[in-house]
Nanobody, 123 residues
Framework: QVQLVESGGGLVQAVGALRLSCAAN????????MGWFRQAPGKEREFVAA???????LYTVSVKGRFTISRDNAKNTVYLQMNSLKAADTAVYYC?????????????????WGQGTQVTVSS
């Protein structure tokens, strides 16, 4: 069973930065695509960014140019570097893993989820 553990969330002022990490167990990490989603209070969980096993990346429009997804297969870890944070980025951030060949923006394409980490941006 795959387990994903996020870390790095916290309280930050607007225009500040945070780096989220998601550590996965198991030996097949490099074979899987990874994604980051977020859920603000009262809203649906939404796609943020994803990286395929080959290193291709996707971003939602609102974070392009501010957020960067990366992965370190030797550490079984995916990262989300978040710069120029805005109050609208406040949410619980979840990492997710897909066994599909390609990554997508769709929640149902991801097979495993972490427990989430809170990011709060004060304006």
């Amino acid at each position: 069973q795959v387990q994903l553990v996020e870390s790095g969330g916290g309280l930050v002022q607007a225009v500040g930065a945070l780096r989220l990490s998601c550590a996965a167990n198991g030996s097949s990490f490099s074979s899987y695509g990874m994604g980051w989603f977020r859920q603000a209070p009262g809203k649906e969980r939404e796609f943020v960014a994803a990286m395929s096993r080959s290193g291709g990346s996707l971003y939602t429009v609102s974070v392009k140019g501010r957020f960067t997804i990366s992965r370190d297969n030797a550490k079984n870890t995916v990262y989300l570097q978040m710069n120029s944070l805005k109050a609208a980025d406040t949410a619980v951030y979840y990492c997710a893993e897909t066994t599909r060949v390609t990554v997508t923006t769709l929640r149902y394409n991801y097979d495993y989820w972490g427990q989430g980490t809170q990011v709060t941006v004060s304006s």
